[in-house]
């Protein structure tokens, strides 16, 4: 889609939503697997930790999540996925949503082969920010606000091959294919600032996003900017530290600021 231009969308998606009900047509209900949506303007990043919590390299293959820029047209959410912890499958995210009210839509898919319910967490209303992170060894990321939470993605240094799905591509000899980090937590509702409380790497859970010395106020104007945060960001921060990135990089997509 070479020359897209996709603007802000609507104010009613931002914020966190959580997915608490699943059902498709394939006969699966799901109100298990942790899901949370953080939603800004245009960026946005997915976390699905499923229950009970992985513990082996083959479970952990079994998680999902991924990062990149929302478009919103009419009742049609598309997220375009510059990152994605599974390997690409040559789809796309779209759904069809129905806001019941301001805390709670709807989204089915448009062929009616799911059902999703998403409920807004009140915690993430006000503050509304983020940034896309680019790494010196390529990786790309971002960094999401809203309200009290945040959720940081980092990618893999290397694409993957299309694929079914990461289990598929993983035989316990690869485990980098698992280096993919998505961590969800909170600035100061946790037991500390900044506290991980779902992590694809579960190493990162209880963890601090930002060290306690790096005193980062989520208000702060430089925060999303500043190398002295970015440069921990992570669980492995590349050599070279992330540098802010006006967009997410697309091999197929341009998306104006």
């Given at each position: 889609m070479?020359g897209?231009t996709l603007?802000?969308?609507?104010?009613?998606?931002?914020?966190?939503?959580?997915?608490?009900?699943?059902?498709?047509t394939?006969?699966?209900?799901?109100?298990?697997?942790?899901?949370?949506?953080?939603?800004?303007?245009r960026?946005?990043?997915?976390l699905?930790?499923?229950?009970?919590?992985?513990?082996?390299?083959a479970?952990?293959a079994?998680?999902?999540?991924?990062?990149?820029?929302?478009?919103?047209?009419g009742?049609?959410?598309q997220?375009?996925r510059?990152?994605?912890?599974q390997?690409?499958n040559?789809?796309?995210?779209?759904?069809?949503?129905?806001?019941v009210?301001?805390?709670?839509?709807?989204?089915?898919?448009?062929?009616?082969?799911?059902?999703?319910?998403?409920e807004?967490?009140p915690?993430?209303?006000?503050?509304?920010?983020?940034?896309?992170?680019?790494?010196?060894?390529?990786?790309?990321?971002?960094?999401?606000?809203a309200?009290?939470?945040?959720?940081?993605?980092?990618?893999?240094?290397?694409?993957?091959?299309?694929?079914?799905?990461?289990?598929?591509?993983?035989?316990?000899?690869?485990?980098?294919?698992?280096?993919f980090?998505?961590?969800?937590?909170?600035?100061?509702?946790?037991?500390?600032?900044?506290q991980?409380?779902?992590?694809?790497?579960?190493?990162?859970?209880?963890?601090?996003?930002?060290?306690?010395?790096?005193?980062?106020?989520?208000?702060?104007?430089?925060?999303?900017?500043?190398?002295?945060?970015?440069?921990?960001?992570?669980?492995?921060?590349?050599?070279?530290?992330?540098?802010?990135?006006?967009?997410?990089?697309?091999?197929?997509?341009?998306?104006?600021?």
């Open positions: 070479p897209l603007p802000a969308v609507p104010p009613a998606y931002l914020g966190v939503w959580q997915r608490t009900l699943l059902t498709t394939a006969g699966i209900r799901d109100t298990g697997t942790r899901v949370y949506w953080l939603q800004t303007e960026l946005f990043a997915d699905r930790i499923p229950l009970p919590a992985p513990e082996t390299p479970q952990l079994t998680q999902a999540g991924f990062a990149g820029i929302t478009e919103v047209t009742d049609l959410c997220w375009h510059a990152i994605d912890f390997p690409p040559g789809g796309e995210d779209i759904g069809r949503m129905h806001f009210d301001s805390e709670k839509v709807l989204e089915d898919g448009l062929d009616g082969s799911y059902h999703e319910v998403w807004r967490l915690e993430s209303l006000g503050r509304n920010r983020g940034t896309w992170l680019l790494g010196a060894d390529g990786r790309q990321g971002c960094l999401l606000l309200g009290d939470c945040f959720l940081f993605a980092a990618g893999r240094r290397l694409a993957l091959p299309h694929a079914e799905s990461l289990a598929a591509l993983f035989d316990g000899d690869n485990a980098e294919l698992l280096d980090e998505l961590s969800f937590g909170r600035h100061q509702g946790g037991a500390m600032p900044w991980i409380e779902l992590s694809t790497l579960p190493a990162r859970i209880g963890a601090r996003l930002l060290p306690a010395d790096a005193d980062a106020d989520p208000d702060h104007p430089d925060l999303l900017r500043d190398a002295r945060w970015l440069n921990r960001l992570g669980a492995k921060p590349p050599a070279g530290g992330w540098q802010p990135c006006e967009r997410p990089l697309f091999p197929d997509v341009e998306v104006t600021p």
